[in-house]
């Protein structure tokens, strides 16, 4: 029971990846430690290729199979995101519920937090007639809005 409490605490930090790794049995390999690294350090989402050229610019070899292996079984187990675009996969380091920027300009996906107001979510409820247990929200907008 504990084992299970502790398992679905949200991932805030680097630490918590690790530990999350660890109580889920999960061998914390040098090269999954990179990734986890990484995508900390980042603080953004990045595609596979992106993961694996930064790794290998910094000094840290690892192969392209290696990379995609750890990102499946890490977002698999809800360690990090995993967000499908219709030009490929980004990985994030925020796996718990959470709401996206999508900037049009610059292609960068931001991560926000958001609440809505409980009577709004009362309301969505009412007219749906689905209980909200968990919601996330895109925004879309420009970095750089024309002026006009």
């Excluded at 680097?14 to 889920?24: F, M």
């Excluded at 061998?27 to 790794?55: C, G, K, M, P």
Aim: negative net charge.
């Amino acid at each position: 029971m504990q084992k299970q409490t502790i398992s679905t605490k949200p991932i805030r930090s680097l630490e918590d990846a690790l530990d999350r790794c660890q109580i889920l049995g999960m061998r914390v390999s040098r090269q999954r430690r990179f990734i986890l690294e990484l995508l900390w350090q980042a603080n953004e989402h990045l595609s596979a290729r992106e993961i694996y050229d930064r790794l290998n610019q910094e000094g840290k070899e690892i192969g392209h199979t290696s990379v995609y292996q750890n990102l499946e079984a890490l977002s698999s187990q809800s360690i990090i995101e995993c967000i499908e675009r219709c030009d490929g996969r980004l990985y994030g380091n925020i796996s718990d519920s959470h709401s996206h920027i999508n900037c049009v300009d610059t292609n960068q996906i931001l991560d926000v937090h958001v609440e809505l107001p409980e009577d709004l979510l009362r309301k969505i409820e009412e007219e749906t007639g689905v209980r909200i247990t968990e919601y996330s929200i895109n925004f879309f907008g420009y970095r750089n809005p024309q002026e006009g």
